[in-house]
């Protein structure tokens, strides 16, 4: 029977939170409703009044938390960075599929997908913003540098002997090939084929390799 007791059993109440662990909350209460509304509204429209509210929480708190609309959205950031740390797939393993990182966190926490397209957006919106600001652009270049260095990861991880290129500039062409990808389906809904796809970034990452066993052709060509 649920909640039933036993003669002398003591029965331990949790204790009331800490201040620390109450601003933690706040936090993430914020920055999970600054998600959802940088999403519908895009960075722009989105109001601190507007996320507040949704948070269940008072404009005071969000100032007592971020610094600035700016602050929020670098949070909600690293937030999906580091959500979505290790989703970058070797596609010599299994097929890659343009911009998948976006899609694989919404199915993985419930998110519908025009949720994640909507911050991918708002995203686009922020970086136009913040590259012409002397104080936010050295904050999202070290955002993106992290971004790169898990494509560098992948590079390394299966970095050919003899390859003349470092690990680092093939990785920057993996992202390159990736976000690109992904802001052309962003942009139009346009998705590139899967199996090119798969083969661009297997040309890449072990050229050699790629060439034995897509033939030296695109799998759809091979058919």
């Known amino acids: 029977m649920v909640g039933a007791t036993y003669p002398g059993e003591v029965i331990e109440q949790p204790g009331p939170l800490s201040r620390h662990d109450r601003q933690q909350r706040t936090r ?27 948070a269940g929480r008072s404009k005071g708190a ?23 740390r290790g989703d970058l797939r070797d596609p010599f393993a299994e097929p890659a599929n343009p911009a998948s990182t976006g899609r694989d966190l919404a199915a993985r926490e419930g998110y ?3 949720a994640t397209q909507g911050f991918a957006l ?4 922020f970086i136009a913003r913040a590259a012409r600001d002397e104080e936010l652009a050295p904050q999202l270049h070290e955002r993106l540098s992290a971004v790169l260095a898990r494509y560098e990861a992948m590079a390394r991880q299966a970095r050919p002997e003899g390859e003349d290129l470092e690990a680092s500039d093939v990785g920057a062409l993996l992202a390159a090939l990736d976000q690109g990808a992904g802001l052309i389906l962003l942009a139009g809904d346009v998705l590139p084929d899967r199996e090119v796809f798969t083969a661009g970034m297997r040309r890449l990452l072990d050229p050699a390799r790629a060439a034995r066993e897509d033939g030296g052709r695109s799998p759809e060509r091979q058919r």
């Open 112 to 114: 519908p997908q025009s």
């Open 62 to 84: 969000v100032y007592s938390n971020f610094a600035s609309k700016s602050a929020l959205f670098m949070a909600v950031m690293d937030h999906n960075l580091e959500l979505s």
């Open 122 to 125: 708002a995203t686009l919106e």
């Open 28 to 54: 993430e209460a914020l920055i999970d409703a600054a998600r959802d509304v940088f999403a519908e509204d895009g960075y722009h429209a989105a109001s601190l009044d507007r996320i507040a509210r949704v």
